[in-house]
């Protein structure tokens, strides 16, 4: 649904683009009077151009909403990008138990009580 309103909105805002490059320059604000004098010439096409832009900017600003109000609800489809990778599928649906594994022994003995502790020896520099 939001793939069918940013295709609208992109082409809106393409022909709104469009239409007002085609409107006359009353200004002349680069010196540039408007040109094209022979085609749509007259008060009739510049009322049709001018209704023209305001109906395709009042659908363009429209979309611009819809958009906005889409892309800000929670409820979305989750993305590919949303979830971590998955782990390649095991033989058997159910995880194996795990094994009754023997106690380890620690890597520091503890030392017996009443007795001095042990500080390892440190190399002196060469």
């Not at 295709?7 to 006359?24: E, W, Y």
């Not at 949303?82 to 520091?108: G, I, L, W, Y």
Request: proline fraction near 12%; charged fraction near 10%; charge should be negative.
């Amino acid at each position: 649904m939001v793939n069918v309103f940013l295709a609208i909105h992109v082409l809106l805002a393409i022909a709104l683009i469009g239409i007002v490059l085609l409107q006359r320059s009353e200004g002349g604000g680069l010196g540039i009077g408007g040109g094209m004098s022979g085609f749509m010439s007259g008060r009739g096409s510049a009322n049709l151009l001018t209704r023209v832009t305001a109906a395709l900017a009042a659908l363009f600003f429209t979309t611009s909403l819809v958009l906005a109000i889409l892309a800000s609800t929670p409820s979305r489809a989750p993305s590919l990008f949303d979830e971590p990778a998955s782990q390649p599928a095991t033989e058997s649906a159910t995880p194996p138990a795990p094994a009754a594994a023997p106690a380890a022994e620690p890597a520091f003995p503890e030392p017996e009580p009443g007795a001095a502790p042990q500080v390892p020896a440190v190399p002196q520099g060469q």
